[in-house]
């Protein structure tokens, strides 16, 4: 598999699951980009070892950092390092994929578990876009860069889900209530369409990617499809996105979602 990247990459959440595999088949990728920075939480925390390693087994390519999508501090000094180390301070491809789950039936659910849930999945999101946007606006002006829009130009990719699809909601909501994740991420389509037209005329591609059902902590073991061919689409779909996928909303296999 060749996903065609190039440039500079920042993948968030990368500690574990979507995340990590990301890092490592971006690293594997026989075209890889020129930089990967794996952020999460805390990476010199016992839950990012294998991230550590995969770090020091690729040192000129992955530059790990502590950014905390609930914390401003974290998020601004992480954009102030990704700055420092590349050397025309521009990032081609920002992956939002920091997320976390609190299952809940309207029963279980009360403000502090919808605050919690829709603070990492939406306003995390907005908050580090916000924050790498000036790196993103360098590599979309930065002279050669292609006219059309494209994760190799400069694009901002978050990570959804089917359970955000308001119109499909019939089919699943009864074997996944899950009410902080699903409306949490449903919010998360809106503020990709609202930055896909806030930052179309600034040539950075906006869109969200349903990675499936994927055997992590939050799928589960019975999960149908492995982080590995999920991160294998979701990469294929990434590097083939054009003009015509701004504010889109699709599926690792590249399907359309109906918001």
Request: with cysteine; aromatic share 4%.
């Amino acid at each position: 598999m060749c996903a065609r990247l190039s440039g500079s990459v920042l993948v968030t959440g990368s500690n574990r699951g979507i995340g990590l595999e990301l890092v490592r088949q971006l690293c594997e990728s026989p075209c890889p980009p020129t930089h990967i920075f794996a952020a999460c939480r805390d990476p010199d925390g016992p839950n990012a070892k294998v991230l550590r390693d995969l770090a020091l087994k690729h040192p000129q390519l992955v530059t790990t950092l502590c950014l905390d999508t609930t914390n401003q501090g974290t998020i601004a000094e992480a954009a102030r390092l990704v700055g420092d180390q590349l050397k025309d301070g521009s990032l081609n491809l920002l992956i939002n994929n920091a997320a976390i789950n609190i299952p809940g039936s309207l029963a279980d659910t009360g403000e502090k578990e919808m605050m919690e849930v829709f603070l990492t999945n939406t306003v995390g999101p907005m908050l580090v876009t916000k924050e790498f946007l000036p790196h993103l606006r360098t590599a979309a002006s930065r002279p050669g860069a292609q006219s059309e829009m494209s994760c190799r130009r400069a694009a901002v990719v978050n990570v959804s889900t089917l359970f955000s699809s308001i119109q499909r909601c019939h089919e699943t909501f009864l074997r996944a209530p899950m009410y902080p994740y699903r409306v949490s991420k449903a919010a998360l389509n809106m503020l990709t369409r609202c930055l896909s037209e806030d930052l179309r005329a600034d040539g950075i591609l906006v869109m969200a990617l349903h990675p499936g059902w994927v055997q992590t902590d939050m799928g589960g073991p019975q999960a149908p499809l492995s982080t590995e061919d999920s991160v294998k689409g979701m990469l294929n779909v990434i590097s083939s996105l054009s003009d015509q996928h701004v504010g889109a909303l699709l599926d690792w296999e590249g399907k359309s979602i109906p918001w």
